[in-house]
């Protein structure tokens, strides 16, 4: 049945809170984020009670507040019609050129041009191109894929864009998991109407993996990073690289520190707006 309505928080924040307020509800899974000025709308139509959204609300609340972040937020939460933002959000997504070959379109969007196209539903799961942290890791798949390797495995994949994009670039072996059930669902719808059949995605962390690959790709956060970063090292091949973004560039120093009491201190930094990502 579809839904006819959607859960949204409605706020006001500083101007230093945009960025991380961003990051936590994408991390938290929200269908979309507006902005404009300093409001923020952030939607969550996958809540089927009041209860159910009152506690992912109290969670991004308490993982605002353990960043230490020190600017001022007005919340409160609202209910509205679903077919009224969908329209509204549809009208709000535009073609997104990412590096030298992909561009990211929604399945409304018409493209004759001869960049590589990665057609992604807005709003099913995060990864829709219009977020730096998202285009950041696609540039650097795509810089990686001259090499001609092999294998990619795309942790947290979300809507399944870095894994639809890689094996349009032509790498042959791909695997996208996430822990989420409706990133994966929407993962494989989105790899249907991209005729990338062969991605083979998974509900599961990086510890339930064996094998190894050329690339392995994860757009978290940087806990989340810190996290599973021994089982991304696991599963790398020999002389692969492991491309790390969703990381703020005020959190810089505390990833460097991190990776060098894990031994690395070879890698290469790009950055985008407020974010950064690094490939190993």
């Not at 230093?16 to 902005?35: F, R, W, Y």
């Not at 599961?204 to 021994?230: C, E, M, R, W, Y």
């Not at 890698?267 to 490939?279: A, D, E, M, N, Q």
Request: glycine share 8%; net charge positive; with cysteine.
């Amino acid at each position: 049945m579809k839904r006819s309505f959607y859960w949204f928080i409605d706020l006001y924040c500083s101007s230093d809170l945009k960025e991380p307020v961003t990051a936590l509800a994408h991390s938290l899974n929200s269908s979309g984020i507006q902005i404009e000025n300093n409001r923020m709308l952030i939607y969550f139509q996958d809540h089927d009670s009041a209860m159910q959204f009152s506690l992912m609300f109290s969670r991004l609340k308490k993982e605002l507040v353990e960043l230490g972040l020190k600017g001022q937020v007005d919340w409160s939460l609202k209910k509205g019609e679903f077919q009224q933002w969908n329209r509204s959000w549809q009208k709000s997504i535009r073609p997104v050129e990412v590096g030298r070959s992909l561009i990211i379109l929604a399945p409304w969007h018409s493209y004759a041009g001869k960049r590589v196209r990665v057609i992604i539903e807005p709003g099913m799961a995060f990864g829709t191109g219009q977020h730096e942290t998202t285009r950041l890791c696609l540039e650097e798949i795509e810089r990686l894929s001259s090499r001609k390797p092999m294998s990619l495995l795309d942790v947290g994949t979300g809507s399944g864009i870095l894994a639809i994009a890689a094996m349009k670039l032509g790498i042959k072996k791909v695997v996208a998991i996430d822990i989420d059930h409706d990133a994966i669902k929407a993962a494989i719808k989105n790899k249907e109407i991209n005729k990338t059949g062969d991605i083979l995605l998974v509900q599961a962390s990086p510890s339930a993996l064996k094998g190894h690959f050329d690339i392995v790709v994860a757009n978290l956060t940087l806990k989340g990073i810190t996290g599973v970063f021994k089982e991304l090292k696991r599963l790398l091949d020999k002389g692969g690289n492991i491309i790390l973004s969703g990381i703020l560039i005020e959190q810089e120093h505390e990833l460097l520190r991190f990776l060098a009491s894990q031994g690395i201190s070879e890698y290469r930094i790009i950055k985008k707006g407020k974010w950064l990502g690094l490939t190993l």
